[in-house]
């Protein structure tokens, strides 16, 4: 989709120049469409393009997922830059070759550059320390090092930028040669062309939701160059009389076709490879689903102890199976002990089963467990054969089997519309633990927001509990305190705890009744942990309520996640701004 142009004065081609018209021609019918058809095929290829760059940034590079706008915004300017440099290319027969040929190179191969450079930055300094002999809290991290692991950051905006210019000039070049064929102004030649530019667009973004989500992003990037290769090559076959170097350019789309099906092959699989540079451990699988980026990790320790797991997702740490148990075990424990009855729970995200597992100890009659992405629960539940033995062995151990318990209900919903579902079937429940992602988007927000939680609120027993995972009070005191004002604002009688969790530092939860005493108080007479429990004990949750003097003095000043507001995405992305980018070393 590119930027709009002013019809061009009527020219015709001779031996490849534009040149006044002498002979009374019309555009055929057969060019007229061959045109037409390449401008939408081009015009899907130009918007899958900017979700392939802003997709990567927001999956590999753990980017905030303002990546997506920044990129289409940088992408969109940057045509329109491109439509006006279209001027100044003479003959747009031969111009319009060779930008295809160039817009499928560059394409195809800026996915993997940019993982390489990425995965070189990440990697130079542990080789550099590794060839000195330096001791690992040496690592040499600053100077030309630091520079260029900060610039490769922004490399994905440097694609987007240089295919959003020759993007633009698709429009210009199309409409020229299209008014060229013909002696007469073509009535609505812009205005024909935009058409079916828009509808190519459309269609682009549909492949993109329907297909190419769920495949690798490499091999995606390869098959939309293939579309511009195939374009340029059909454009040469219909006028190549009015090409010049016609036979070098056709030379070089053989070549290139050759370079895109090599990268579609292999492509995925190097990319892979510079991506698992960004780990401290030896990424053992990794799958791409329809709504994230699975990386699992390995970590060998010898001495017979397991090996340590990491799930990351988008580049950011989900669990770690040495100290999961801590997470988990304060999410669910202290819902179900507050709780005055446990026979019907409700988990909303958590797809991993992990929380799951520590419910199932309550012995409850029912759980209902609701997560987005179908693959992730697949990983989990069944694993699927080409994932490494150990690495299932491991995480069906990790989660007790839970996700194939006879009590548990899967629904694959997003969470806002599942909650809908599941009020309108009448269902009530004695405990809900939500174990959702950071607000670290605006999708995300909703499922944080007042609205969210009023619904949740119709959905518990009067006597229940709920929990909300919160972020960290440490990191982000604003959007933990937040969470916490924005359930009481649903209705819950809230109280807040925290407890450190090693892999990920300080992190919080926020606990809510809806009648009688508040979760801290039905607590507090607790004893024992009447569940098998190794690790949580009673005085570790009494504890867990207990804050620094001073962490909510400025409560008064922190608003309430109201629907439509984004506040706490807000909070969320100032709090961890700085962060945007995770170090995994």
């Not at 690798?216 to 390869?222: F, H, S, T």
């Not at 001495?303 to 988008?314: F, H, M, S, T």
């Not at 919080?508 to 942990?529: C, E, F, H, V, Y």
């Amino acid at each position: 989709m590119t930027t709009p142009l002013l019809d061009p004065s009527p020219q015709i081609i001779t031996g490849g120049k534009e040149q006044s018209p002498a002979v009374s021609r019309h555009v055929s019918r057969f060019d007229d469409a061959l045109l037409l058809g390449i401008m939408a095929a081009l015009a899907g290829c130009g918007l899958i393009y900017e979700y392939l760059l802003s997709h990567y940034a927001g999956r590999i590079l753990g980017a905030l997922e303002a990546a997506i706008y920044t990129m289409i915004g940088l992408m969109i300017v940057s045509m329109g830059m491109g439509a006006f440099a279209a001027r100044k290319i003479k003959c747009a027969f031969t111009g319009f070759a060779m930008l295809e040929l160039t817009v499928a190179l560059c394409g195809s191969f800026a996915i993997i550059i940019t993982a390489a450079v990425i995965g070189f930055g990440q990697q130079l300094p542990l080789t550099i320390a590794n060839t000195l002999g330096l001791p690992s809290d040496h690592l040499p991290n600053g100077g030309f090092i630091a520079s260029l692991q900060t610039l490769s950051e922004y490399l994905p905006y440097a694609w987007g930028v240089l295919l959003g210019l020759m993007i633009g000039m698709e429009i210009p070049l199309i409409a020229r040669v299209r008014q060229s064929l013909s002696d007469a102004h073509l009535l609505h030649n812009a205005g024909t062309i935009y058409g079916a530019d828009y509808i190519g667009a459309g269609v682009g973004a549909a492949i993109w939701v329907a297909f190419m989500l769920a495949i690798d992003i490499q091999l995606a990037a390869a098959l939309t160059a293939s579309v511009n290769l195939l374009a340029g090559l059909a454009f040469i076959w219909r006028f190549w009389s009015q090409i010049r170097h016609v036979k070098l350019l056709l030379v070089g789309h053989i070549v290139a076709s050759v370079i895109i099906g090599l990268l579609a092959v292999k492509g995925p699989s190097w990319e892979q490879h510079f991506n698992n540079l960004l780990y401290k451990d030896k990424v053992v699988y990794a799958k791409a689903t329809r709504f994230q980026q699975l990386n699992f990790t390995e970590r060998l320790r010898g001495g017979g102890l397991a090996p340590v797991y990491n799930l990351y997702i988008n580049g950011r740490l989900q669990f770690s199976s040495s100290d999961e148990h801590i997470y988990h075990s304060f999410l669910v424990h202290p819902t179900l002990a507050a709780s005055a009855r446990h026979d019907k729970v409700l988990i909303i995200g958590g797809g991993d089963g992990l929380g799951l597992k520590q419910v199932l100890k309550w012995q409850p009659k029912e759980v209902t467990l609701m997560d987005l992405d179908q693959d992730l629960l697949s990983l989990f539940k069944h694993p699927p054969a080409d994932m490494p033995t150990d690495l299932s062995n491991a995480l069906l151990a990790l989660n007790g089997d839970a996700l194939n318990d006879p009590r548990l209900t899967l629904m694959v919903d997003d969470a806002f519309n599942g909650v809908d579902k599941l009020l309108s079937n009448g269902q009530l429940f004695d405990a809900i633990i939500v174990d959702l992602p950071d607000p670290s988007h605006p999708d995300l927000n909703k499922l944080y927001s007042d609205l969210f939680y009023r619904k949740l609120n119709e959905l518990l027993n009067a006597d229940g509990v709920i929990t909300v995972q919160s972020t960290s009070p440490y990191h982000a005191p604003n959007a933990f305190i937040s969470v916490g004002k924005t359930l009481s604002a649903a209705g819950f009688n809230v109280k807040q705890y925290h407890h450190n969790v090693p892999s990920f530092g300080e992190w919080g939860w926020s606990i809510g009744s809806k009648m009688g005493k508040n979760p801290q108080q039905r607590l507090a007479a607790l004893t024992d942990i009447p569940v098998p429990e190794d690790w949580l004990t009673p005085g570790l949750i009494h504890a867990s309520f207990e804050f620094p003097k001073h962490f909510y003095d400025d409560i008064d000043k922190i608003k309430v996640n109201e629907i439509g507001s984004l506040q706490l995405y807000h909070y969320h992305l100032a709090a961890w701004s700085e962060n945007e980018v995770i170090n995994l070393f």
